[in-house]
């Protein structure tokens, strides 16, 4: 009897039409400059199968960074001048940071762009990792590689709104905890926008 593809049906669900989300979603009173640059930045969203059915990768960024410290993030940057495109960026990213070889990946598709309060416009590039992997972190950005379960991430109702002061205004974010990990902001506003693609309640 064939066993169930979980990330098959995402990867199924991904050419659903899907709005572009922002860290910007949740705070509708806030005003954008007309006219404004964004930086393109690809993120990978690697999905894996393991002995605990299907998972998400991310990472944990290290605490010596300037931007972002500590935080939970896919694998992903800006699009640098080499890149062919944001995939290319993504993938090389995902080599960089946590030793997850491009010939290794099987890209399925896309979610929506993400802005992010930085002035990137990230695109989420969701992929299948083909063969179990040793993650390597590099120790300068990345403090941990870690996955969760595929079907957490899917269910809609795990999501929670919460809320804190930034640049002297209160700020509204989407949040996926799981176990120690505190998954908020950008990855879990696009977290969230896979599970609508998904259509998991």
Wanted: glycine share 10%; charged share 20%; hydrophobic share 40%.
């Amino acid at each position: 009897m064939n066993m169930p593809d979980p990330i098959g049906a995402v990867a199924g669900a991904l050419g659903r039409a899907g709005e572009p989300t922002s860290d910007f979603d949740l705070n509708p009173e806030t005003v954008l400059a007309e006219g404004r640059t964004l930086r393109p930045a690809g993120v990978l969203v690697p999905l894996m199968m393991g002995a605990c059915g299907a998972r998400v990768v991310l990472t944990q960024r290290s605490s010596a960074l300037k931007h972002h410290p500590g935080q939970i993030a896919f694998p992903g940057g800006k699009k640098d001048e080499g890149d062919a495109d944001v995939t290319a960026a993504a993938l090389r990213e995902a080599r960089e940071e946590i030793g997850l070889d491009p010939a290794n990946v099987e890209v399925l598709g896309y979610l929506p762009t993400h802005e992010t309060v930085t002035g990137f416009t990230v695109t989420p590039v969701v992929a299948r990792v083909l063969s179990p992997y040793t993650p390597v972190p590099e120790e300068a950005e990345v403090a941990e590689v870690f996955d969760v379960p595929l079907d957490h991430v899917l269910q809609q109702q795990r999501y929670r709104i919460e809320a804190r002061y930034w640049r002297g205004t209160m700020r509204r974010y989407y949040t996926v905890p799981f176990g120690p990990y505190y998954i908020w902001g950008a990855t879990a506003r696009m977290l969230r926008a896979l599970a609508e693609v998904a259509g998991r309640p």
